[in-house]
T-cell receptor, first 113, second 116 residues
Framework: GENVEQHPSTLSVQEGDSAVIKCTYSDSASNYFPWYKQELGKGPQLIIDIRSNVGEKKDQRIAVTLNKTAKHFSLHITETQPEDSAVYFCAASRNTGFQKLVFGTGTRLLVSP | DSGVTQTPKHLITATGQRVTLRCSPRSGDLSVYWYQQSLDQGLQFLIQYYNGEERAKGNILERFSAQQFPDLHSELNLSSLELGDSALYFC???????????????FGSGTQLSVL
């Protein structure tokens, strides 16, 4: 089955800096890669997702890149703000159902003012 | 707000007891998924229902069961509770049962279960 590794487990940056979180996956047939943000006391919130027919997707300060050959994908947050502080999860699955969605172990991002 | 509603937010109970967690999916979503989140296991898929029928099972214990009702809300029943069952339980919903193009999975805010 699919296995997703996520790094780093914690990331501290200064406000205004960029943050990059990386994930690798094992199943070469995986083609759906969402990223979730989980704030304290809340559920995971979908912030961006990418499917394997594209290599990059942007939404304002957030971007995700996908390298299918190397089987890794990354989340890039530019101009970080204190409200970006949260735990971020990557996930991967084949396009056969969300029940197959495998999550990474999470990255705790701390943005200091 | 994702539109997925879970109740209660917190639940404290004793070992051996039984509890029921409730979830209302987003309007129009037919699939409901249950996840368990613990510090050592991360987000683990438990079970999925689609339009009232069980569709997939993950790492769900036999002491746990779920159902989805005609109005599409779902309940997760946890019985003979053990200390190790303490965790955050999330419900998520999507429109269909398959991850078709442009489909997305939305999570509720979770139920924090503490077994003492």
């Amino acid at each position: 089955g699919e296995n997703v590794e996520q790094h780093p487990s914690t990331l501290s940056v200064q406000e205004g800096d960029s943050a990059v979180i990386k994930c690798t996956y094992s199943d070469s047939a995986s083609n759906y890669f969402p990223w979730y943000k989980q704030e304290l006391g809340k559920g995971p919130q979908l912030i961006i997702d990418i499917r394997s027919n594209v290599g990059e997707k942007k939404d304002q300060r957030i971007a995700v890149t996908l390298n299918k050959t190397a089987k890794h994908f990354s989340l890039h947050i530019t101009e970080t703000q204190p409200e970006d502080s949260a735990v971020y999860f990557c996930a991967a699955s084949r396009n056969t159902g969300f029940q197959k969605l495998v999550f990474g172990t999470g990255t705790r991002l701390l943005v200091s003012p | 707000d994702s539109g997925v509603t879970q109740t209660p937010k917190h639940l404290i109970t004793a070992t051996g007891q039984r509890v029921t967690l409730r979830c209302s999916p987003r309007s129009g979503d037919l699939s409901v998924y249950w996840y368990q989140q613990s510090l050592d296991q991360g987000l683990q898929f438990l079970i999925q229902y689609y339009n009232g029928e069980e569709r997939a099972k993950g790492n769900i214990l036999e002491r746990f069961s779920a159902q989805q009702f005609p109005d599409l809300h779902s309940e997760l029943n946890l019985s003979s509770l053990e200390l190790g069952d303490s965790a955050l339980y999330f419900c998520a919903s999507s429109v269909g049962q398959l991850g078709a193009t442009n489909e997305k999975l939305f999570f509720g805010s979770g139920t924090q279960l503490s077994v003492l």
